[in-house]
């Protein structure tokens, strides 16, 4: 169980980083399977609950908490999928599915520990091993039964793309949900002060928008697809950033958002990012990034930088940050 759960939470992880559909098919069925597999351990867990609980053993609360945790995990990860319900308050299905995710790790960590069950090298025979194997099928056929049900229901889920997020308002930028990273909130900026500053080989130098607009901007049909579990096609409006950045011999670039927030890409997607002013023919709203926001297509939504004023070739890898921004 404890394998499975870890696994879960990797793979879980993992999904919300990829972009590229090639991985990602792969990698949101085998977290669905591994998350369904929690299931099927519940009989045999019962057991070593019922007994637990009639030991009366020390800090039972918390394991039922736990307990509480697992469900709302299990039970969230189910609902976003078959898209029955988007919202629970204030918060997208998935939000919660993941701040749930993220509660039970270290309370499991420490039911394993006070338990006194933390794995052995010994647990590592062939029979476990094919207890694995066994474990794994049966949660890959009940992800396959729950997948054809939900075909079959027509349930809006079918429509998910294959990071498991559900479609909104493709080509209507007005009904577009606005979603930002943890605290980020929208600012208010000023076009006519507005100015992007951009270093690079050729030294530094900013621009107003209106030498933004200089530039040949073209349009590209994208699909931002956030990890609060929505992705939406759009046709942006906007300029390569190759166009305006000379690479020299960096190894990354960053883009800053004038909240603070940044991303590092590979040098070699200059030619596959867009420093967009528009979409589906009128300017962004501020809450999707007024006035220029970055267009990063086969990337989520997180490194869709909102509000960029700033953009710097570096000579630093781009893995050199956090997988997934820290504020
Ligand atoms: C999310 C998963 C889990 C849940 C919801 C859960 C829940 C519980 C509950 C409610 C109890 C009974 C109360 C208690 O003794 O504290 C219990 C007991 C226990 N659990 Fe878990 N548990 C989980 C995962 C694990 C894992 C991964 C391990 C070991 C690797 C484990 C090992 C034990 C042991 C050894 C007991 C005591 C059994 C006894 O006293 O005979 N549990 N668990
Ligand atoms: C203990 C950890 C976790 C468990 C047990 C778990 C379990 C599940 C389950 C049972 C499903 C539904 C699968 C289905 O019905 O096909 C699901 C879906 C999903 N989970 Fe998790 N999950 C965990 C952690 C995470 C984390 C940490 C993330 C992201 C950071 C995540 C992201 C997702 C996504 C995106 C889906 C939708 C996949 C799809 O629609 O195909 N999960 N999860």
């Not at 062939?126 to 992800?143: D, E, I, K, Q």
């Not at 949900?177 to 002060?193: G, K, N, R, Y």
């Not at 960096?250 to 909240?259: D, G, P």
Request: a positive charge; glycine letters at 10%; proline letters at 6%.
């Amino acid at each position: 169980m404890l394998f499975a759960l870890v696994s879960a939470f990797i793979t879980g992880s993992v999904v919300q980083a990829v972009g590229a559909p090639t991985a990602g098919r792969w990698l949101a069925a085998t977290h669905g399977v591994i998350g369904l597999a929690v299931l099927v351990l519940t009989p045999w867990k019962s057991r070593v609950i019922s007994r637990g609980l009639e030991r009366r053993n020390r800090g039972r609360t918390l394991s039922l908490i736990l307990a509480a945790i697992t469900l709302i995990v299990i039970v969230t990860g189910v609902v976003h999928t078959t898209g029955l319900l988007s919202r629970i308050g204030p918060f997208t299905v998935l939000w919660w599915h993941i701040a749930a995710a993220l509660a039970l790790l270290p309370v499991l960590g420490w039911h394993v520990v006070v338990r006194n069950t933390l794995p052995r090298p010994l647990d590592a025979t062939r029979r476990n091993l094919l207890r694995l194997a066994g474990l794994a099928s049966t949660g890959a056929v009940l992800w396959w039964g729950a997948d054809r049900a939900i075909s079959l229901s027509g349930l809006p889920g079918t429509e998910r793309r294959f990071t498991g997020s559900h479609e909104r308002s493709s080509f209507d930028p007005t009904g577009m949900p606005v979603t930002s990273w943890l605290d980020d909130t929208t600012p208010t900026i000023d076009p006519s002060s507005w100015r992007l500053t951009l270093s690079d080989a050729a030294g530094s130098r900013s621009l107003a928008l209106s030498d933004l607009a200089s530039f040949p901007a073209v349009e590209v049909t994208a699909d931002l697809d956030c990890t609060s579990g929505w992705w939406s096609r759009q046709i942006w409006e906007g300029v390569r950033l190759d166009r305006l950045v000379d690479a020299g011999e960096a190894r990354s670039v960053v883009v800053r958002s004038a909240t603070g927030y940044a991303r590092r890409y590979p040098i070699t997607d200059l030619g596959r990012l867009w420093l967009a002013t528009g979409v589906g023919g009128e300017s962004l709203s501020p809450g999707h990034g007024f006035p220029v926001r970055l267009i990063a297509p086969h990337r989520r939504g997180f490194w869709w930088v909102k509000w960029v004023d700033r953009v710097e070739t570096s000579s630093l890898p781009w893995w050199v940050q956090s997988p997934f921004p820290l504020t």
